[in-house]
Every structure is written in C-alpha cells, then in structure tokens.
C-alpha cells in the first residue's frame, strides 16, 4: 500500500516513514499543500496521512482541494491542535480520522489499515452530546479533559444511548447489541452499563446513564454539569 505522507518537520517524517515502512506500506512525503495537491493527481495513493500546521496554510485546506478536484481518498488528520472543537472542524473538513501528536506508531500504523479496510467513501460516524463527542469505529470518546478509549460493547451501547438521548432505550435492545457482541448474559449487561458509568465520569463526559425502572437506559446531562452550565 502506497501513502502520501503531508508533514513538514523532516525529522518527524523520517521516523513516520521508516516505522510505516516496517509495517508494510511504502511512503512518500510532502512538506507542504501545494506540493501534495500535486502528487495526487500524479500518483495514486491509498491513503493521505495529512499534518495540519504546514507552511503554506491549514493541512484541512488540502482536503478541501481534493474534494473539488473529484480526488477521493481515505485521509488521516495527524496534528498537535488537540481541542475538540479542532478535531470537530477536521472531520466536518473530510478527514476520515483524526490522530493526535505525540503518537505511538503503532497505533498510527494500525488506525491506517482500519481506514484501508473501510468501504470507499465510508468515514466514520460521529456522534455528540453535550460536550461528548464519539468516534463510533474507533471506539474513543472525547471531552474536554481528553479522549477515553472503550471496549467495543462499551462503544456500541454508548452510540445507541447516544442516538436517543433524553429518552429511554429499552433493555431488550441493549440485550440484542450484547447478543451481536456475544454478551448474553443479563450480568453482562449491567457490567457492560457500570463500566460505561465509570468511564464517563472519569472522562469528564458531564453525562450519566439513568436506569428507568420498567424502560431500560437512558443517557442525559449529570445534574452538577447542568448546574454548572447555568451558573
């Protein structure tokens, strides 16, 4: 697999390349926008890992440029800029993930194979509430106080909460989504239901996972972050 590697810091692009290169993809780099439009239309790439800070402009420009010139190809965000309002704009942009710096290659290696496996055009779903925001095919939500990896039933009952926030999602459809991640058990369930309580708490997500007694869950605004909020 062939990448085009967009990043102007030469020492930082040799380590990329040289660690890529152990995991099997051939890489070329480009320090800046102009010179990677260019590149693109010369070669055929399978994917662009794209800085943002490049000397002649936002890395999200490019994006932009490749989308009006009919380029589609599966691109990763690789930046500094760590806000969740940055990483928002990035997705809006195109980008079809969004990886932040300091890195460790291996992780930047794997989430390149996950975007090459994908469907031609399929990005990733975002979804948010409050200030979470989930990255549903990565499995990490993000707030605030920063991003928190979760275990694949951990990230599907979130997204399903998620899509029906505010109201309450029955225990029967949590149960059909353990059924499909092999989780069967009503135990399992409610393991899967406090683990997720406690790592929206630990991330600062302001949001709790209510069991209405009768209905199942439903997933709303901690009263302390409203409280907060309004003061």
């Known amino acids: 697999m062939r990448l085009l590697l967009v990043e102007d810091h030469q020492r930082l692009a040799d380590f990329v390349v040289q ?5 099997g993809f051939v890489v070329d780099t480009c320090p800046d926008i102009d010179g990677a439009e260019e590149a693109l239309k010369l070669v055929r790439y399978d994917a662009v890992i794209l800085d943002r800070g490049l000397p002649d402009g936002d890395g999200l420009s490019l994006l932009r440029r490749m989308q009006a010139g009919g380029i589609r190809v599966p691109t990763l965000v690789l930046t500094a800029r760590d806000g969740l309002d940055d990483r928002v704009n990035g997705l809006d942009a195109g980008a079809d993930d969004y990886m932040v710096k300091p890195f460790a290659t291996s992780e930047l290696a794997a989430r390149v194979r996950a975007l090459l496996r994908r469907p031609p055009g399929q990005q990733s779903e ?3 509430f409050g200030v979470l925001t989930l990255d549903v095919e ?8 920063g991003t928190t990896q979760l ?3 951990e990230g599907e009952m979130l997204a399903v909460l998620m899509r029906r926030a505010g109201r309450a999602v029955s225990k029967r459809v949590i149960e ?4 499909r991640s092999g989780e069967t058990s009503a135990n399992g369930v409610e393991a899967t239901v406090s683990r997720l309580r406690k790592r929206l ?3 600062g997500a302001g949001l709790v996972v209510h069991t209405v007694r009768g209905l199942g869950y ?4 901690s009263r302390d972050h409203q409280a907060g909020v309004s003061k």
């Not at 439903?218 to 605004?221: K, R, V, Y």
């Open 19 to 23: 660690n890529l290169g152990l995991a």
């Open 126 to 128: 975002i979804l948010t």
């Open 138 to 145: 990565a499995c990490e939500f993000r707030t605030p106080a």
């Open 151 to 153: 275990l694949r039933r």
């Open 176 to 179: 059909d989504l353990m059924d």
């Open 201 to 203: 708490q630990a991330g």
């Open 218 to 221: 439903m997933l709303a605004e």
